[in-house]
């Protein structure tokens, strides 16, 4: 197999920690609450003791066929927070799931609760719609999770027998197949680097060649079920429409079409495969040039979860399911590995603080399926799903944190997100360690310190965030003019233990536009400043929200409010509000007739908060005026 | 029984005569297009041959339980015509389908052809979701309009045996009962008229009344059929969450809703019955102040064809059915006549030249149901639909169109509508004629020459639309200064024939708001001149129409275009227009970096004209800027 492709690696599991007032609340509330309460809810709903195959049937409440997933995400997430805050109960809790796990595991490696009590001899028979295998690959991805975080192999080898099943079950020679959610191609990559395996690299890329073949697989798997009716998606919702190499447009349900973008590009990285890159590249530039919403989200459409047309992008009637803005974290972050360009940090760093972040309450136990830009005041996030996708989702991506901070080259290091912490990596063989302190993402300012044993030249490139227009950077209080390129200000010298890098980004509230032919948005404007995206909630505003009118000249105050929410900085100004007298008792009525828009002060506040007082409406784009 | 309470009532059949240059082509096209092109897609679609009764279990193309009601709705279109255009061909086709519909009918008097042959015995077992009475209430107003229209009573006897079947099941002290599809509860009433049965209009308001009672007949009903499975709809879906005197908002279906409340205007106008008069005043503010497209148009929902929320007013998803608009035209026109208040035949017209027009192509041959007020391109006239109510719907409401122009009272006459034609009415025991030529909608200018055999002393009111601010008004040449009640100039005196009456309505092009909480409208304005709502299509300008914006005062004129889809009137104007250069390769940027934008030309057409020409994007509410 060549070489891997990739232009840096991210750091181990422990090679940034984390200690940012910005952050620390979400991932306490993350550890704390999330990862404890999903627990709960996979207990009580029944999807842990379905490990037991106790279930019969005519009992009540069947396993259902992806209750793996929501229970491998959440040993996922309980393995990255035992990599950095060991915890003996828990650790305990996840070597009791992994045995219930164990036990559930069938003698030729199978593991998928439904398909062993409830309909037992339908295995493999419909990949079109069972998620067998995008459950597998959730459990492969825990299985390395929890191999990384506390070197046990328990649930490791589990895996490993089930990835060895399938392995044995498809491929060349062997059954044709590949899953209509992927899921299992970037797991397969993932479990190839934690063991060694070339072949699972291998089965990855079969099923990311294989999907889209004609004769259709799924027409042919229909048949075989004796099952006339017609495919109730079309081939287009689990991209399986063309072979991959051929797909120009980003389609379908978009989690569906994240993952698979992100197994391509790892199986890409891994085989150096220049088609399959570029239709990566193809993907990304539809997806995010095309479809992503300004916060970073994805899905237009509530009809198949999916992808709207280009420009397509509602915001009352958004989808952007949480899962799919992660899901463009996990695409992002693999591009950025692979060609170092800082464009991917920011669709990466976009999507992180307001796409994903809003699908979790600020006390990690509610959670947002569906993130819409605009609301009349009655969305609200819940505690749980029955289709349970987005909870451990997140709890996954927040206990892993730290792998989005910094990546390293032979050369050098990347910093892409400022959050205050550690950051340790080996450099050319040597131990180097990053102290950061930073007002991100409220300030522009950071200070980032090195420690190290002896002096090691080697390059410090620092990320210049694309919404920044000005920086400045100075090495122990002199001023550098370190070029940008892609993305990056590189700093090559020799460093010594105690040099300090200070950066500063301008960071003015910005209005944001969104293409003219996103016809959502036309008039209209976004405030934004530095990553964060903001939105006017009703709860802080007296005129109703979704009728203030925003002038292009109206002044923009941000200010650090640090009662609000526990603290963050808000937008305040003054837009223009409707006289609603001249309305009584009418619902049309000759412009000239209705009264001057008064003046009116507003606040807006980061979007990713939205939802967490009382309940009232909720915008995002402002109409200019 | 009370006395009727109307204040005045509708023309005869042929009381108006339409001959105007506007409506022609409409009317034509649906006599000699829309209502052949309807019974020959009802013929290959097996709607008439289903009422041979030859259908067997295993067959093909079951008889489904609504079909009866596409073939009333064509009865009733082509018995107008008949009236108005006696046709030879057309008299013995109509006498064919009543024979069909005859040999159908079974002795008891029951006529529906679903629970004949495919369902025997299922008879009235599910009356929340199957229609039957739905279907009963049409071909009872296709028998009353046959009888009408030809003063044959062939249609007539086969429907009151029907009603009198029904009647005879249903009531105080029979089975309890009411329909899920509301609609014969407005055609009882008719067929009182018709026959100066009052037993009708009791069974009417029976079924009026008994909606929405507790305990809910549809559970007590579910639960006879032994169906467990919950109700798939909400009792709002079908206005019998409350009884009807208790319900304060207009909600659920909304051609269900609208039917509801042109029957419980029947009613209560036949009985005199204030709190049922008074609950029909509420649903009116409610569905025209809160939930009216600026089209006319009702429903902003898919889900359920429903209204949404108050001001809940999407425009390119709106669900907005053409049966909808048909059905506010319904019960504007009973409010009218029972309340002889403008205000209901603003609404009417606004109904009638927009939401209503835009549902049939310029000729004849396909339908909107749905009517969008904004289009990314995709959504075209249909020749058909399974669910095929509107089309017929549209044909019926056109054939019948002179009923809606004018009333009489004792005292006097009232124009409505302004149309090209001639209205006879009987005014205080004499005939008098009133031969109309106007320039409406596209001028404001009308003349009316008066005939009659001998002077007479009567009030001829004129309606001065809600739209007009300043009209004038003249007798044979000299200004009169007529008061304006209710919407109404009326014009006391005794009048000679060959007096003439002109008026004069300014016509401005409006830039019409909506109410600042319809969030989607915020920030725009549409284009209205006299009645007619105008839009963008993307085939009459260069730039994007969705991203066009319009400054505040930039002039607007009205041109009318003889060449333009049998000749309109066009609105001519300057917008600005992004310059799309600076948004290459970006889908969002600080809107300091978009470049200024562009003044362009632009054209927008009456939106009843769209999808007319080449498919494209089209736009009712712009940006203003």
Partial sequence: ?????????????????????????????NRHASIPHIYEMCQRTGRLDALRLQWKPGDPNPPHIFWESDLAKWLEAASYTLATHPDHALDHRVDWVIGLLAGAQQPDGYLNVHYTVVEPGKRWTNLRDCHEMYCA????????????ATGKRSLLDIVCRYADHIDATFGPGKRAGY???????????????????????????????????KPYLYDIEAAARGDAKPDWATPEYRQSHLPVREQKEIVGHAVRAMYLACGMADVAAETGDATLLAACRRLWESATNRKMYVTGALGARHHGEAFGENLELPNESAYAETCAAIGLVLFAHRLLQIEADGRYADVMERALYNGVLCGMSRDGQK?????????????????FFDCACCPPNIARLLASLGRYVASADAGGLYVHLYASGEI????????????????????????????????????????????????????????????????????????????????DFQMPVERVAAHPAAADDVGRVALQRGPVVYCLEQGDNKAPVRSILLPDKAPLAA??????????VVIEGAGL?????????????????????????????????????????????????
Same sequence: chains 1, 2.
Wanted: proline share 7%; aromatic share 10%.
């Fill in 137 to 148: 690959g959730h459990l492969i991805e825990a299985g390395v999770a929890h191999f990384r």
């Fill in 577 to 625: 509000a409707p006289d609603l007298g001249p309305w009584k008792g009418r619902l049309y009525q000759p412009l000239r007739d209705a009264a001057k828009p008064k003046r009116v002060k507003f606040r807006a506040v980061p979007y990713f908060l939205w939802d967490n007082r009382e309940p009232g409406a909720m915008t995002v784009w402002l109409p200019r005026a």
């Fill in 424 to 503: 340790r990596a080996e450099i050319g063989g040597r131990e180097v360690a990053l102290r950061t302190r930073t007002l991100y993402p409220w300030g522009g300012f950071t200070a980032i310190a090195l420690a190290m044993t002896a002096p090691a030249a080697f390059a410090l490139r620092l990320r210049i965030p694309g919404w920044c227009r000005k920086h400045k950077i100075a090495v122990n209080g002199k001023a550098v003019a370190a070029k940008v390129v892609r993305g990056y200000a590189s700093i090559r010298r020799r460093w010594q233990s105690g040099d300090c890098v200070t950066l």
């Fill in 367 to 383: 959670y947002f399926y569906v993130n819409p830009l605009a609301s009349a005041g009655g969305h609200h996030r819940q505690e």
């Fill in 1 to 29: 197999m060549p070489r891997p492709t990739r232009r840096m690696q991210p750091l181990d599991l422990t090679g940034a920690i984390i200690s940012d007032p910005f952050w620390r609340p979400w991932l306490e509330a």
């Fill in 179 to 213: 899953c209509g959610h992927e899921e299992i191609e970037l797991a397969l990559v993932k479990l190839h680097h934690a063991t060694g395996q070339e072949r699972y690299v291998r089965l990855a890329e079969y099923f990311i060649n294989e999907r889209g073949k």
């Fill in 559 to 568: 200010r650090f409010d640090k009662e609000l929410l526990g603290g963050c």
